[in-house]
């Protein structure tokens, strides 16, 4: 069973641009408005506003950050096919 208070989640945001960007986090919507005040990754802040597209929740950080390697890895029509396919959690 996973903690919610321990919990780490994976995220897909889309970007004003269109491009998607993936990261980790515990609280997501608080990094969803770091992102959008330009205070997240470096990609993101010339790309805002950015809108949460996917999350997935993980009981252990290094489980999250191997599903965000593995999502990285897929292409754009992949990441946008694992979005329509599983909506946010």
Same mark, same amino acid.
């Given at each position: 069973? &996973?903690? $919610? +208070?321990?919990?780490?989640? +994976?995220?897909?945001?889309?970007? %004003?641009? @269109?491009?998607?960007?993936?990261? &980790? %986090? /515990?609280?997501?919507?608080? /990094? ?5 005040? @330009?205070? @997240? *990754?470096?990609? +993101?802040?010339?790309? /805002? $506003? ?6 997935? /929740?993980?009981? *252990?950080?290094? #489980? %999250?950050?191997?599903?965000? *390697?593995?999502?990285?890895?897929? #292409?754009?029509?992949?990441?946008? %096919?694992? &979005?329509? @396919?599983?909506? &946010?959690?």
């Amino acid at each position: 069973m &996973i903690n $919610p +208070t321990e919990s780490w989640y +994976t995220y897909i945001l889309q970007c %004003a641009d @269109g491009s998607l960007y993936t990261g &980790i %986090a /515990r609280d997501v919507i608080k /990094r969803l408005a770091e992102h959008n005040q @330009g205070k @997240g *990754a470096r990609y +993101t802040r010339s790309r /805002r $506003p950015c809108l949460l597209r996917f999350m997935e /929740r993980h009981a *252990a950080r290094s #489980s %999250a950050q191997k599903r965000e *390697a593995e999502i990285k890895k897929l #292409s754009p029509e992949q990441k946008r %096919a694992l &979005i329509l @396919g599983c909506p &946010i959690q």
